[in-house]
């Protein structure tokens, strides 16, 4: 109980700044694996921490990263901010730290309207939840990786990262009977050049966002019409979405999101069709 709460608390505390931000904390001691093995300091702006926080899309305007001192590193180590954004295409992606009983009528509506996601589940959601990850594998869904236990990886070294990162994939492995995790979510927003080297020479994607709203306070939701409001005023070609499924206003808002974005001429695509396209090379904003 005593673990459901402190996840609860720090999921509560995401602040996932969907107005320009980068974080101002001071210089963490992280390290950083030579090529030897043995690890090293890694130098100080390699442990700059940053909150992720970009420019949000307006009237179908692209949204942007230009401007919070972090977009460099995004790009130098091929994390995700949105997908090809000269075809009106979207990526759902779900943040599942813990269960509030919504998890379930989500996938119930992605299965009804045949659309594909990705979510990104914790420790305590894995050993919690261990059914619905299942579900998730079993309709076609990505599971991905959003640590064991929520921290902020900008505080840990190479080896308490990797161990972060191994639990999950180990546990959730377990259920779903594919050791293929590919993909990341840093917990909180909260990443550094050092936490993407290291997590990408672990074999692992960072996805970021580029459309997102205030949703995952369960004690402040604002009914199903404010969701689909704020989701469908930021559509833009290529978005990623993130949602996050402890929302009540998420779960019954989705079905009429995904008709109106369908409306729109927007297809919903998969990380892994995200991958491919990435690897065969096309423009950012």
Not at 19 to 34: E, I, R
Not at 207 to 215: E, G, Q
Request: hydrophobic share 35%; aromatic share 10%; glycine share 8%.
């Amino acid at each position: 109980m005593l673990e459901r709460f402190a996840l609860i608390s720090a999921v509560l505390s995401c602040t996932l700044l969907i107005q320009p931000a980068a974080g101002a904390a001071s210089c963490l001691s992280a390290l950083s694996a030579s090529p030897t093995g043995a690890e090293q300091p890694a130098s100080a702006s390699e442990n700059q921490p940053y909150h992720f926080g970009f420019k949000r899309s307006v009237n179908g305007q692209l949204p942007s990263i230009n401007e919070e001192g972090f977009k460099t590193i995004v790009d130098r180590y091929d994390a995700v901010f949105t997908g090809d954004t000269s075809r009106k295409e979207l990526f759902l992606t779900f943040d599942n730290g813990y269960e509030n009983g919504y998890t379930a009528p989500i996938l119930d509506v992605l299965k009804a309207k045949k659309v594909p996601a990705a979510f990104f589940v914790t420790g305590h959601y894995v050993k919690d939840q261990p059914e619905l990850v299942k579900r998730m594998a079993a309709e076609g869904h990505i599971v991905g990786n959003h640590s064991w236990s929520h921290p902020d990886m900008t505080t840990l070294d190479d080896g308490k990262i990797k161990e972060e990162l191994d639990r999950v994939k180990t546990a959730a492995s377990s259920l779903t009977g594919t050791d293929q995790m590919r993909y990341l979510r840093p917990p909180r927003g909260i990443f550094s050049e050092h936490v993407l080297r290291v997590t990408k020479e672990l074999g692992y994607t960072n996805v970021f966002w580029s459309l997102a709203y205030k949703d995952w306070d369960v004690n402040d939701q604002k009914g199903a019409s404010y969701a689909y409001q704020k989701v469908i005023a930021q559509l833009h070609p290529g978005a990623v979405l993130l949602l996050h499924s402890v929302s009540r206003d998420n779960a019954e808002a989705l079905s009429s999101i995904i008709d109106e974005a369908r409306r729109q001429g927007y297809e919903f695509k998969t990380l892994d069709e995200l991958s491919l396209k990435r690897k065969a090379g096309f423009g950012t904003p």
